[in-house]
Structures are given as structure tokens and as C-alpha cells.
């Protein structure tokens, strides 16, 4: 079992900076227009060839209300005849992506993402997941990873069973925080009995796993009050929490202008939330996986991590890294072998795209040789904790220390910090590190120094 991360308040000071939470490498930043349909073509033949297994994420950009927190790509709307046109762009889009591959290929982890997944009725969840079937390798067996993200504002018993008939056998459920001064801040009022209706009906339903989402750092928020939250949290008792740091860009999210900012919990108030949520969630008997994810030890996620084949792409942390993920509806991200590309983030051209039988690929990025070498890396320290020279050299014909020796300097500054323990053969992240693993990653970005730090959240 992985050691406790240990807090160190003065090494937190030091490397909380800002950076990317690497569900990439290269990030999304580095994204560019000169990616398109031709290449994503390219890539879905040579999936077919190899015959891998599939990860499918689809995501419905709909809300009923907006949260003023949210940095989603969204569209606020009343009106539940928006989605009709969207299913038909999206079903061309599912057709034409399927034709380019094999219908061997299983598709063994499928995510509902959005929005809220749930603002489609149930005829139009059945209908989409229809259209799925037809064209994709669907398992029947309910052995697949198959989950949504729920708003339980948005949901019921019957939507619970509804989602269940239909394949799926995992719930994300967004609650960030339950203390009415701070829902009412952020707009979004949901009541704790609302949250545990929806979870026991997933329990008597049998859904195989249950993450709740939580976020520390909002307006109103104390650590008093947010103990309380991440207590009731407990007490449901769920399979996996994410808990995110707040990050407030209200020049880059229009929503978060309406928060009022002098309500932000002070820096050091947040650091005692997230102190004060890992002690409660470490004597609840949760594991820190990493980068805001904690999972109970006989979670899928933990099981990975010990066995070392954990994985993390643009779904977060995953045991289905394996995987080509095809990026379906609006804004939507794909990563099919070297190959990251993204739909437009623009409804109205996504849907004019697929109106003129054309895909909606609108940028990306195909890895050269470092970036695979540097993306090995990354992922064996943000999933693992710890980074094998062999291994690298081994797979990249490479000597480790030759290649990475610019960088030398920098391990060696961390490891006399106690964020990492360097050694001729490895490197491994240190209980006090942990919590810091993105900048020890950000060691191993080629792109950091050329971009906008402004862009990202900080580490904690």
C-alpha cells in the first residue's frame, strides 16, 4: 500500500504555482488548426488495423440553469427542444467516426459528459443510446466501464432506472458543496436529500461504482462549514470523490463574472479546506490516487495504482488508458493512437459541420517522438508516483540521464526539498510530494516555458 501523503505547509508555499493537470501530453494549449479531418481519418484506420479497444466519450452541452463556478463548454437553455437538432448532428457524427472502424472493436469504457447528460428526456437518452449500439460495439455483459455525470436536480428513481436498462453502471454526481450560503452564491441550490435519493437508487439499481464531485474554494466557503460538507459527503458513503480547486478566471469564464470576489475563501483558508478534507477523508479510509481524486482501497482506481497500471487521459484518471477515445458532439477531444484532435467548440458550427456531412474537427496535434517520451513520463509519475529509468530507456532506446540532463539541476533542487527521492535508476515522489505531483511533472514540459500561465489552475 502507498504511503499517506504527508502535508508540508512551507513546501506547498514553494510549488503551489500554476500548470496543467496533464489529462494530456502535450496539453490542449498546444493544440493547433492545422489538425483536421484528413488526419483524424488517418488515425481511425490505423486503430482498425491494430484492432484496440475503444473508449467512447459523448458530450451533451446542455443546462437548465447555469452555476456560476462552471468552466464547462455549455448552453444555458429553457428549452428542452434545443437538444432534438444537436441528437441529429450528433448521430450523423457517431455514423460517419463508426464507419472508419471495425465493428470488432469492443467498446470497453463509455462516459456521458456535458452540461447535464440528463437534461435529454427519456425518449432522447434512448434514442441516442440506440444509435450508439448500432454503430458500436456495445457490451452486453455489463462488464464494460459505462458512466454518466448526474445533476440530481435532473434526475429521479425512473431516470436512475432508465440509465441502468440502458447499459450504464457508473454515476459522477455533481454536488461541490452543501451549505445553502454557498449554493445560493454560485447559483446552484441542491438539497443534500436530493443527492441521497439519486445515490440510493443507484445502490438498489446496482450501479457498480458512485463518484461524487466536490469543489473547495468557492464563495462563502469556510473550513468549518466545508468540514461539515465533506462529513455528510462521508457518510454517503461513495465509491470515489474528485475534490477540485476552485480556480476563479473571470476574464476567461463569463459565469464566474457574476461571483462576487471579495466572498473567495483567503489562500490560506483554502490550504486548511483541502488539509482538513484529506485528514477526514484519510481516517474515512479513502486513498489519495492523485491529482484532487481519492477512491476506497478496493476501487478499481486503487487496485490500479497499486498493481502500477494505472492510466490518466482526458477523462481523468483511468484503468482504460489502453484504449483509442473517440470524442463525440460539441467540443469533444479524441486521442487515437499519437493523435489528439478536438471538435469545435462553437454549437452552431459543430452542428453546420455535420449539416454539410462534414466532421466538426476544428484543431489538434500529432506527438513527435519527444512528446511520446516526455508523455511516458508524465504519466508514470502522476499515476504512480514514481518513475523507473529502465523502462524509459528500454521503450525509447534513450539514456535517461543523457536526454533529461538539462534538467538535472531542477530534480536535485526537489529532492533536497523532500518533494522526491532521485536516485541513479529512479525517481520517486515523496508522501510530501504527492500533493505536488504536477510540478514535478511540469519538470518534464518542453511547452511550459513558451506558454501563459495564466491559462492554468495552481497545483493546490
Known amino acids: 500500500m502507498l ?63 447555469i452555476c456560476y463556478y462552471c468552466a464547462c463548454n455549455k448552453v444555458i437553455t429553457k428549452d428542452r427542444g434545443r437538444a432534438q437538432p444537436y441528437l441529429q448532428r450528433l448521430e450523423q457524427e457517431i455514423q460517419l467516426i463508426a464507419c472508419h472502424l471495425d465493428p470488432a472493436q469492443t467498446v470497453e469504457q463509455l462516459h456521458f459528459g456535458g452540461g447535464t447528460p440528463t437534461f435529454l428526456s427519456h425518449d432522447e437518452l ?41 447499459g450504464f453502471n457508473r454515476v459522477s454526481i455533481g454536488l461541490q458543496d452543501l451549505d445553502p450560503a ?28 458512485i463518484n461524487i464531485d466536490l469543489i473547495y474554494g468557492l464563495p462563502k466557503q469556510t473550513p468549518d462549514n466545508f468540514a461539515r460538507t465533506v462529513e455528510e459527503v462521508i457518510s454517503l458513503q461513495p465509491d470515489r470523490l474528485s475534490v477540485f480547486n476552485y480556480a476563479h478566471l473571470p476574464e476567461r469564464f463569463m459565469p464566474q463574472r457574476r461571483i462576487n470576489s471579495s466572498d473567495l475563501p483567503s489562500p490560506a483558508h483554502k490550504l486548511e479546506m483541502l488539509q482538513r478534507t484529506i485528514e477526514q477523508l484519510t481516517a474515512a479510509g479513502y486513498r489519495y490516487i492523485g491529482m484532487d481524486h481519492f477512491a476506497l482501497p478496493d476501487d478499481e482506481l486503487a487496485i490500479a495504482q497499486e498493481e502500477h497500471t494505472l492510466q490518466r487521459n482526458f477523462q481523468g484518471y483511468t484503468t482504460h488508458g489502453h484504449c483509442d477515445l473517440i470524442g463525440l458532439g460539441v467540443s469533444a477531444i479524441s486521442q487515437i493512437g499519437d493523435l489528439y484532435c478536438q471538435n469545435s ?13 462534414q466532421l466538426a474537427t476544428s484543431r489538434g496535434l500529432v506527438c513527435n517522438a519527444d512528446d511520446r517520451l516526455r508523455r511516458a513520463v508524465i504519466q508514470q509519475l502522476i499515476c504512480n508516483f514514481k518513475l523507473e529509468f529502465a523502462e524509459i530507456e528500454q521503450q ?65
Not at 21 to 35: C, E, I, L
Not at 345 to 357: I, M, V
Open 182 to 209: 454557498v449554493q445560493r452564491a454560485v447559483n446552484r441550490l441542491q438539497s443534500l436529500e436530493e443527492t441521497r435519493a439519486v445515490i440510493d437508487a443507484a445502490r438498489t439499481l446496482q450501479f457498480r461504482s
Open 396 to 460: 525509447f532506446n534513450i539514456d535517461f540521464q543523457g536526454y533529461f540532463g538539462a534538467l538535472w539541476p531542477q530534480l536535485q533542487g526537489m529532492a533536497e526539498d523532500g518533494l522526491i527521492r532521485l536516485e541513479r535508476e529512479r525517481i520517486e515522489v515523496l508522501p510530501a510530494g504527492r500533493l505536488l505531483v504536477r510540478s514535478v511533472c511540469m519538470v518534464f514540459d518542453a511547452y511550459l516555458e513558451q506558454q501563459n500561465r495564466q491559462r492554468f489552475s495552481r497545483v493546490i
Open 345 to 357: 467548440s462553437d454549437l452552431t458550427a459543430y452542428q453546420n459541420s455535420l449539416a454539410s456531412a
Open 3 to 65: 504511503d499517506a501523503i504527508r502535508w508540508d505547509s512551507d513546501l506547498i508555499r514553494r510549488y503551489d504555482l500554476a500548470g496543467p493537470r496533464y489529462t494530456s501530453y502535450p496539453t490542449a494549449v498546444q493544440f493547433h488548426g492545422q489538425v483536421g479531418t484528413f488526419d483524424l481519418f488517418h488515425a481511425l484506420r490505423d486503430s482498425r488495423k491494430a484492432q484496440r479497444p475503444l473508449s467512447l466519450y459523448v458530450h451533451v452541452p446542455f443546462c437548465a440553469n
Open 126 to 166: 434512448r434514442q441516442l443510446m440506440a444509435h450508439l449500439r448500432k454503430h458500436f460495439n456495445l457490451l452486453n455483459d455489463d462488464s464494460g466501464d459505462y458512466g454518466i455525470e448526474i445533476d440530481p436536480r435532473e434526475a429521479d428513481w425512473s431516470t436512475m432506472g432508465l440509465l441502468r436498462e440502458l
